[in-house]
């Protein structure tokens, strides 16, 4: 599968990244040498092998759903890039 | 002998029998890092005060005839993204240039358990991604062997500083060999522990199922003391492993007669330097002059773990730096106008190329319509690699091999084509696919530049880790020295 510049600019949009005209010429070229290298992994036969997501036979991990006190609000405050009232101030959303 | 010169262990008993103070010690590595640092840049930032403090208050504990436990006011220096509360941690990116943390990681709050003097923050290639340190977005760190070639990455400052003297162990971390391919490029010991053996809690993520945190030390005594202190089941990491943690300076006899040990023959490809193949046929000599018995194999499916990697390890990336959009902490683009301009603005500002490269990459793998032919097969294959492991050590104790093809590169060698300095990861990536632990040691020189033999062992198993290692390090004197500086 080879990409072309506008799967790069669609996946731009997506991980929220603004690419100059020369980065997506560049990437594009660099990710479809990278993804070339990975149709190697199209040689193997995996039809029938489970898809491994984590390697500890671990599940669920929970604690007790007990009320413990939070980080205090200077804190969690202390390195926002713009805080107004005890709150983070970001340009306007809708 | 300087005393920025010595291990930890070494120290630790001049310490006890009162030969020197904490402050004494903390002093001469400071004075190493003011003498060396320029060359080296090592290190993002230095928390000298609060470490001669901190040593002050360990000479005091002693004075008082308080019992000290062994790395106690022993100064080390810690990898850039593991949170350490009040001071600057920064990842070596951007991004989080002027991030304080509120809180210390888990490992941290061990040290400092054990009255760990901390020094500073050591330089890496951002976020942890890249194989020079050349990636890190404020300066590339030297390697101390030979200043104009790489220490290795990504915890590249780490072991540089170890390997230079400027700091009596480190903790790096590893996600697709970041701790043992510079720590064989820069003659240290470095290990990765197994999958969840060590808390992942505070550690700023890269790729949340191949991550660990590891010791980097001038010996392996030293790293099985480290390990002893940070190992362990931390109920703040939901991936923490709940085993039992042995002291695993236990292991460290010097017998290994009867030990099996396999040789990969996967892991030694074309384009390996004829130095390095010829420093680690004298390795396995030296394992079966000690006793051990060495035998080739097979991991049939290693070439497809580099594959496998680069596209498990982006697409969780992409996935663990969704977070950085400018609101709560972090760099902002001030100038933006709404809020997805900022998320833009933010993001492509804030990361370097390497760091955007892996998330387009990741997020690529992850998107509808390619999950499945990319993602999910490579996930298929990790299982087929971890199979080729469990496999190999049901008849071994361990595995060794080179730890890279090659020597410490020179900057700018392999800068330029992502896809070479991926190559450059090869003999350590299948490890992390598979959660083993494993270690680099050093086992010669190329030109002067140190080469490192990579030991590997089943989950939990770092004990017969420890074994071979310490056996081989005792028959050898790589360990003991040092570069010209």
Redesign the interface.
């Known amino acids: 599968?080879s990409?072309d510049k506008k799967?790069?600019e669609?996946?731009?949009l997506?991980?929220?990244?603004?690419?100059s005209e020369e980065?997506k010429e560049i990437?594009t070229e660099?990710?479809n040498?990278?993804?070339g290298?990975?149709d190697?992994?199209?040689k193997?036969d995996?039809s029938n092998?489970?898809?491994?997501?984590?390697?500890?036979p671990?599940k669920n991990?929970y604690?007790d759903d007990v009320v413990k006190p939070s980080?205090k609000r200077e804190?969690?405050l202390?390195?926002?890039?713009?805080e107004v009232d005890g709150q983070?101030k970001?340009?306007?959303?809708v | 002998m300087k005393l920025h010169e010595f291990t930890a262990h070494e120290l630790h008993h001049k310490l006890v029998n009162k030969e020197v103070s904490a402050t004494e010690l903390t002093r001469s590595v400071l004075e190493r890092i003011r003498s060396v640092e320029e060359n080296i840049k090592a290190y993002v930032s230095l928390t000298s005060e609060q470490a001669l403090a901190k040593a002050a208050e360990v000479d005091q504990k002693i004075a008082a005839g308080e019992k000290i436990l062994p790395l106690a006011g022993i100064p080390a220096a810690i990898k850039d993204n593991m949170c350490t509360q009040g001071v600057r941690t920064t990842c070596s990116s951007k991004m989080l240039e002027?991030?304080?943390p509120?809180?210390d990681a888990t490992v941290i709050e061990k040290l400092n358990a054990h009255d760990m003097v901390m020094v500073g923050k050591l330089n890496m290639d951002e976020f942890a991604m890249g194989s020079s340190t050349e990636n890190s977005r404020f300066f590339p760190t030297r390697n101390p062997w030979n200043t104009d070639t790489v220490p290795g990455g990504s915890s590249g400052g780490a072991v540089a500083a170890v390997a230079a003297d400027e700091a009596v162990y480190a903790l790096g971390s590893d996600t697709g060999g970041s701790i043992r391919q510079p720590a064989a490029f820069c003659g240290v010991v470095g290990l990765k522990p197994t999958?969840?053996y060590v808390s992942r809690y505070g550690l700023i993520a890269f790729a949340s199922?191949l991550d660990q945190i590891g010791p980097v030390t001038k010996d392996v005594r030293d790293n099985a003391i480290i390990m002893n202190a940070i190992a362990g089941h931390d109920?703040k990491d939901?991936?923490s492993?709940n085993v039992k943690v042995p002291d695993f300076t236990s292991f460290l006899t010097g017998d290994i007669k009867g030990m099996k040990i396999g040789i990969p023959k996967e892991y030694f490809a074309e384009g390996m330097q004829p130095n390095v193949k010829a420093a680690i046929e004298n390795a396995i000599k030296t394992f079966t002059d000690l006793g051990a018995v060495c035998e080739e194999m097979s991991l049939p499916?290693t070439?497809?773990a580099?594959?496998?990697y680069?596209?498990i390890a982006p697409a969780e990336a992409?996935s663990n730096l969704?977070r950085y959009?400018?609101?709560?902490?972090?760099?902002?683009d001030?100038q933006?106008?709404?809020?997805?301009?900022?998320?833009?603005?933010t993001?492509?500002e804030g990361?370097g190329t390497e760091v955007?490269?892996r998330?387009?990459?990741g997020?690529?793998v992850l998107?509808s319509g390619?999950y499945d032919?990319?993602y999910?097969?490579?996930?298929?294959?990790?299982?087929?690699i971890?199979q080729d492991f469990d496999r190999a050590f049901e008849k071994y104790d361990v595995l060794i091999s080179p730890i890279s093809p090659t020597v410490a590169f020179r900057f700018g060698e392999k800068a330029g084509d992502?896809?070479s300095m991926?190559l450059s990861d090869v003999c350590t990536i299948p490890i992390n696919l598979?959660?083993i632990p494993a270690m680099s040691i050093p086992c010669g020189f190329s030109d002067g530049l140190p080469i490192g033999l990579q030991i590997m062992a089943k989950?939990f198993a770092e004990g017969e880790i420890y074994k071979a290692a310490y056996a081989f390090e005792q028959a050898t004197d790589y360990h003991r020295r040092k570069p010209n500086l």
């Open positions: 599968m990409i799967v790069v669609h996946v731009a997506l991980a929220r990244l603004k690419l980065e990437y660099q990710l040498s990278i993804l290298y990975m190697k992994l199209n193997l995996t092998i489970p898809p491994t997501a984590h390697v500890l671990l991990v604690r980080m804190k969690a202390a390195n926002a890039p713009v983070f970001v340009p306007k959303i | 002027n991030f304080v509120p809180y999958y969840g199922s109920s939901s991936t492993a499916h070439e497809y580099l594959p496998a680069y596209i992409s969704a959009d400018g609101v709560r902490y972090g760099y902002r001030v933006a106008e709404d809020v997805v301009d900022m998320f833009k603005g993001r492509s990361f955007k490269r998330i387009m990459l997020t690529y998107s390619y032919a990319y999910l097969k490579a996930l298929k294959v990790r299982t087929l971890k992502p896809l991926y598979a959660g989950a």
